[in-house]
């Protein structure tokens, strides 16, 4: 998978201005569904920076998501008060680059996991407010009728549990001891809120840029932008696979029930028990990827290293799912 500097200069050039020369292209990690690319160019017209992102489709994805979908959000969001990159231009054919891409600002800050373990106490409180302000002020967005969304997921618990158990008896690991139990609790338990809210889908500190004081600089990767209820959100940031080495705070930033605290204070509503559901849900839907993954590199197809590397985990990712289910299940009056 590369990105060669003389074509994607010659899509630069017809896209944001003729004198703009590219000087770097470097990948980016993170992305299940979409290749991320750090680009620095020269030269450009005024308005355009010199640290550019291009966002092009992967050859093969975990997650099909239309390119559509993620650049429009960026777009539609833009009226928001929300930290997020600007898009810059879009390819929906890909011209020379193959693929649909877009180009949009990079923002400054780092998502880093370790960047997150090294702020003071002051600094993740910091980071965790920010985040669940941007949050909560995402999921007052009614999303029945946004449009950007037509092309896009809309989900219930019901519907959800029944995807996922079908994404794992595709790869041929539906019958693997803990995702069964978690599956068979899932569907007893699926009676939970639902909502239109405009949902992320893979809201964590990895998707959040920050700086070293803690202050939120940018929220990235919108490809599982869905409907849904703000739970799930929630549940997604709240799972152990995001706490690092065992950690009891949620994203390497706070407690959880500080974490639902923050969330409330910005004017968000949200029941602990159903956060508790969709965060068991999120491991199962975690171990989907993962066993995707090991599936397609099972059958000769192209993955990445990192993403290879994840998959190596799913025996432990179903010890963190039995580990969810029973914090879930201990909370339930």
Same mark, same amino acid.
């Given at each position: 998978?590369?990105?060669?500097?003389?074509?994607?200069?010659?899509?630069?050039?017809?896209?944001?201005?003729?004198?703009?020369?590219?000087?770097?292209?470097?990948?980016?990690?993170?992305?299940?569904?979409?290749?991320?690319?750090?680009?620095?160019?020269?030269?450009?017209?005024?308005?355009?920076?010199?640290?550019?992102?291009?966002?092009?489709?992967?050859?093969?994805?975990?997650?099909?998501?239309?390119?559509? *979908?993620?650049?429009?959000?960026?777009? +539609? /969001? @833009?009226?928001?008060?929300?930290? =997020?990159?600007?898009?810059? !231009? &879009?390819?929906?054919?890909?011209?020379?680059?193959?693929?649909?891409?877009?180009?949009?600002?990079?923002?400054?800050?780092?998502?880093?996991?370790?960047?997150?373990?090294?702020?003071?106490?002051?600094?993740?409180?910091?980071?965790?407010?920010?985040?669940?302000?941007?949050?909560?002020?995402?999921?007052?967005?009614?999303?029945?009728?946004?449009?950007?969304?037509?092309?896009?997921?809309?989900?219930?618990?019901?519907?959800?549990?029944?995807?996922?158990?079908?994404?794992?008896?595709? *790869?041929?690991?539906?019958?693997?001891? +803990? /995702? @069964?139990?978690?599956?068979?609790? =899932?569907?007893?338990?699926? !009676? &939970?809120?639902?909502?239109?809210?405009?949902?992320?889908?893979?809201?964590?500190?990895?998707?959040?840029?920050?700086?070293?004081?803690?202050?939120?600089?940018?929220?990235?990767?919108?490809?599982?932008?869905?409907?849904?209820?703000?739970?799930?959100?929630?549940?997604?940031?709240?799972?152990?696979?995001?706490?690092?080495?065992?950690?009891?705070?949620?994203?390497?930033?706070?407690?959880?029930?500080?974490?639902?605290?923050?969330?409330?204070?910005?004017?968000?509503?949200?029941?602990?028990?159903?956060?508790?559901?969709?965060?068991? /849900?999120?491991?199962?839907?975690?171990?989907?990827?993962?066993?995707?993954?090991?599936?397609?590199?099972?059958?000769?197809?192209?993955?990445?290293?990192?993403?290879?590397?994840?998959?190596?985990?799913?025996?432990?990712?179903?010890?963190?799912?039995?580990?969810?289910?029973?914090?879930?299940?201990?909370?339930?009056?």
């Amino acid at each position: 998978m590369t990105l060669s500097t003389g074509p994607l200069e010659l899509e630069l050039r017809e896209l944001l201005g003729a004198t703009l020369t590219v000087e770097t292209v470097r990948r980016l990690e993170g992305g299940y569904s979409r290749e991320t690319w750090g680009v620095r160019v020269t030269g450009g017209p005024p308005g355009v920076p010199r640290d550019l992102v291009v966002r092009r489709d992967a050859a093969s994805g975990i997650v099909q998501t239309p390119l559509a *979908v993620e650049y429009r959000l960026y777009e +539609a /969001l @833009a009226k928001l008060d929300l930290p =997020l990159p600007t898009v810059l !231009a &879009v390819s929906p054919d890909g011209g020379r680059l193959g693929r649909p891409y877009y180009v949009m600002t990079r923002c400054e800050g780092t998502g880093d996991a370790r960047a997150v373990r090294a702020l003071d106490t002051d600094a993740r409180v910091r980071l965790a407010s920010q985040a669940m302000r941007a949050l909560a002020q995402l999921h007052s967005v009614d999303a029945t009728d946004l449009d950007v969304l037509q092309d896009g997921r809309s989900t219930s618990a019901a519907a959800e549990v029944r995807h996922w158990a079908g994404v794992l008896d595709s *790869v041929r690991l539906a019958s693997t001891p +803990a /995702l @069964a139990l978690a599956l068979t609790w =899932l569907s007893e338990n699926a !009676a &939970v809120a639902e909502g239109a809210a405009l949902l992320h889908g893979d809201f964590r500190t990895g998707n959040l840029l920050h700086r070293a004081d803690g202050s939120l600089t940018a929220i990235l990767d919108w490809e599982l932008a869905h409907r849904g209820t703000a739970a799930e959100d929630l549940g997604w940031f709240c799972m152990r696979r995001w706490r690092w080495a065992g950690t009891t705070l949620v994203g390497g930033l706070v407690p959880r029930d500080d974490l639902l605290d923050l969330y409330r204070s910005h004017g968000g509503e949200v029941d602990a028990r159903d956060v508790r559901f969709w965060e068991v /849900l999120g491991n199962v839907k975690l171990a989907a990827f993962q066993a995707t993954s090991r599936f397609r590199l099972s059958k000769g197809e192209a993955v990445r290293l990192p993403t290879i590397r994840s998959s190596l985990y799913l025996e432990h990712q179903s010890l963190f799912t039995v580990e969810a289910l029973i914090e879930a299940v201990a909370a339930i009056p």
